[in-house]
């Protein structure tokens, strides 16, 4: 693990996002990358705190080249581009390949050339963080705001599945698979780690103080967006920004559309009560939609 020391303020005032896989984050990031009052770096999801806590290979040179060579170091016309946009991409990448990848690192990703009031980092794996990491970032932060994304269990699983088996080209797995295959890929730890929402919000809410973590729910995103980023915008304190309606419509990171098997729930069934009941304990409450399916999946049974 490494080192790592508590300097006040180093992060400034930083917003993260530490939402469940395929609960809306992709949709969040769009949208408030728009918010004139928030910095995000040219990497959406750096993993920084990951790297830290859980696996130091998150962001070793390799990747970190690969990264810099898929995103921000592709060829361009040079009568087409704007000088400025290649020399702030330059300048960006050489923080970003620069080492030691340690807490300075991280706060040379943020330029913050409009003078914003957040730097913004989105990270699904940031769901992972031990307490002794979340304690690490409120202690070099002047403020620190956390938002936690969820989404009914059952079906933010199944565009897990989805997602994942999409992104490695192994969709065909799908139409091969019987109920215990599929069920054996879905309890693997890299996924059904992030279906643990109840364990995710002990631990973020054991190290962060009141008034510093916002669950939210996919389900609210879904019915009413622009009430949604209001309540954002005021957990933030900042000004409320006028969205245009094509980018709150527009679907983002969309997995394959490939419906549900009729088994799928029952694969999960022992588990989606606990979870919903854990999620309760901490003060929140969950869609009706959630305790509705439930009630139907027991009529059914």
Not at 190 to 210: D, H, S, T, V
Request: with cysteine; aromatic share 12%.
């Amino acid at each position: 693990m490494i080192e790592t020391n508590r300097h006040p303020g180093l992060f400034g005032h930083l917003f993260l996002s530490a939402g469940a896989m395929k609960a809306g984050t992709t949709w969040l990031y769009s949208v408030l990358a728009q918010h004139p009052q928030l910095h995000f770096s040219l990497e959406k999801e750096i993993h920084y705190f990951y790297h830290v806590y859980v696996n130091d290979r998150q962001l070793c040179d390799a990747r970190r080249l690969a990264n810099a060579q898929d995103r921000y170091l592709q060829r361009y016309d040079p009568e087409k581009t704007n000088p400025d946009r290649i020399r702030h991409n330059l300048h960006w990448v050489a923080n970003y390949l620069s080492r030691p990848v340690d807490d300075l690192w991280y706060r040379n990703l943020f330029t913050r050339p409009r003078g914003e009031l957040y730097n913004c980092d989105f990270s699904n794996l940031y769901a992972h963080l031990p307490s002794e990491a979340w304690e690490h970032i409120l202690g070099n932060c002047t403020q620190l705001r956390v938002i936690y994304t969820m989404r009914h269990p059952v079906k933010r699983l199944w565009s897990h599945v989805k997602f994942h088996l999409q992104v490695t080209d192994k969709l065909d797995l799908l139409e091969r698979w019987s109920p215990d295959d599929l069920k054996a890929f879905m309890r693997k730890p890299f996924m059904w780690e992030n279906a643990e929402y109840g364990l995710i919000l002990r631990r973020m809410k054991q190290a962060l103080p009141e008034g510093a973590l916002m669950p939210l729910f996919y389900e609210d995103m879904r019915s009413d967006p622009r009430a949604t980023l209001a309540r954002i915008e005021d957990f933030l304190g900042l000004d409320h920004h006028a969205y245009p309606e094509e980018l709150i419509s527009r679907k983002v990171n969309q997995s394959a559309v490939i419906p549900m098997p009729e088994y799928f729930p029952d694969l999960v069934a022992g588990d989606i009560e606990r979870i919903i009941t854990e999620v309760e304990a901490e003060g929140i409450t969950v869609p009706e939609s959630w305790r509705a399916d439930l009630r139907r999946e027991g009529q059914a049974a």
